[in-house]
């Protein structure tokens, strides 16, 4: 009888040392899974304390006295090694679309300067998400600026916003994008503001503006660093064009090899406004021999209504014209004074960009049309300032 036990004593131990370092991978999983959060039982309250005294110090306006501008809410302009790059992300969000930066920082090893804008019914919520995003992840905590901007007539509420305890639990942060944001009566998103702001707060010297939406393709920021830094392509008055592109799936592609042989992915804006990125030449860039290098493949002729993605050195930029809110010209603008400022465009080979979700025309809000239209008058006015502007440029837009 003993010596038929000896087999089940030897499955026995196998399987207690299988079950241990079934455990111990597990461990390790789980470990992996929670590397990005830090621990925040000693999270100290000086940090909400600190964006609060921001907040009611509050004292620089826009142009038109209309919003309040808190550049580096949280103060951490000295904790962040930026010093090492030269190129950094730009964008700007409301609340609803805060949760796309922990992707967008863990592809973006880099700095990134992102205004957050709000208003009395939204701040409660918006600084609370702040706060977490800045405590539980550890790429966000090293590498990301946070900027506020909202209605001056929303300042005496949100000083009144009381502490909330930091919430790291990852269904919080998904949230946000559940909730339709919806603005205070008669106001009206400040794009450009916000985008400016956030430029103007950044050290680097090339910088990448894009919407919270949209994501950068693997390696762009290491290759641009390694590959076109060096280049003699590189000038002050050149646009480095990042094709971007739309995809209804929740994966967001990586590689240009990737890009290439998913049948879900087609031009951004492809069916809103076909002609905003059509000089990209797309078919073109999908045909390019491989390589290895981030390069200059070729280069565009700008024409009105092209309004690119693009990396441009920050020192001879023009800053994005802050009369244009809501929907309509408030890129193009940019594009269209660089262009009379003899900027030139150049597209790049392997890098991109992908649009999470798909423009479709019947999915904006209610008042797209008129604002278009209001802010298309403004163009017009803004064609002929540039006139005066460059005088000797023999561009128009």
Not at 15 to 32: E, N, T
Not at 55 to 63: F, G, L, M, N, P
Not at 80 to 102: E, M
Request: neutral net charge.
């Amino acid at each position: 009888m003993r010596a038929r036990c000896v087999p089940s004593i030897q499955k026995v131990i196998l399987f207690m040392v299988v079950l241990v370092i079934m455990l111990q991978v597990y461990h390790i999983y789980l470990m992996g899974q929670l590397e990005d959060f830090k621990d925040t039982k000693n999270y100290p309250n000086s940090v909400w304390d600190g964006i609060m005294q921001r907040v009611r110090d509050a004292y620089k306006t826009d142009s038109s006295g209309f919003y309040f501008l808190v550049p580096d809410i949280l103060g951490s302009n000295k904790q962040h090694p930026t010093d090492s790059y030269d190129l950094a992300l730009v964008t700007h969000t409301t609340s609803n679309h805060l949760h796309n930066l922990v992707q967008i920082s863990k592809r973006w090893a880099g700095p990134i300067s992102v205004s957050v804008f709000t208003h009395s019914h939204d701040a409660d919520f918006a600084l609370q998400l702040i706060q977490n995003l800045y405590a539980c992840y550890r790429h966000i905590q090293l590498n990301v600026f946070f900027h506020l901007v909202f209605p001056v007539s929303s300042h005496t509420n949100i000083t009144k916003i009381p502490y909330h305890d930091v919430d790291c639990i990852e269904e919080y942060f998904a949230k946000s994008s559940n909730q339709n944001f919806v603005l205070e009566d008669k106001l009206k998103y400040p794009h450009n503001i916000l985008r400016n702001l956030a430029i103007k707060t950044l050290a680097a010297k090339f910088v990448l503006a894009i919407d919270i939406d949209i994501y950068p393709s693997a390696n762009l920021l290491y290759s641009f660093q390694r590959d076109l830094l060096s280049s003699s392509s590189v000038g002050d008055r050149t646009a480095y064009i990042v094709p971007v592109f739309e995809t209804g799936e929740n994966h967001i592609l990586s590689t240009k090899q990737e890009l290439l042989q998913n049948k879900n992915i087609h031009p951004f804006y492809a069916n809103v406004c076909h002609w905003c990125q059509f000089a990209t030449d797309y078919h073109r860039w999908e045909s390019l021999q491989s390589s290895e290098k981030l390069e200059v493949a070729y280069e565009v002729q700008w024409k009105l209504p092209y309004e690119p993605f693009f990396i441009a050195h920050k020192s001879l930029l023009p800053l994005y014209e802050e009369r244009f809110k809501q929907y309509g010209y408030n890129r193009v603008s940019q594009i269209c004074e660089m262009y009379v400022a003899g900027y030139k465009f150049f597209v790049l080979n392997n890098a991109f960009l992908v649009h999470k979700g798909q423009k479709q025309k019947n999915t904006f809000y209610l008042e797209k049309v008129k604002d278009h239209r209001e802010n298309k008058a403004l163009f017009q006015d803004f064609k002929e300032e540039l006139k005066s502007r460059y005088p000797d440029s023999t561009r128009t837009c």
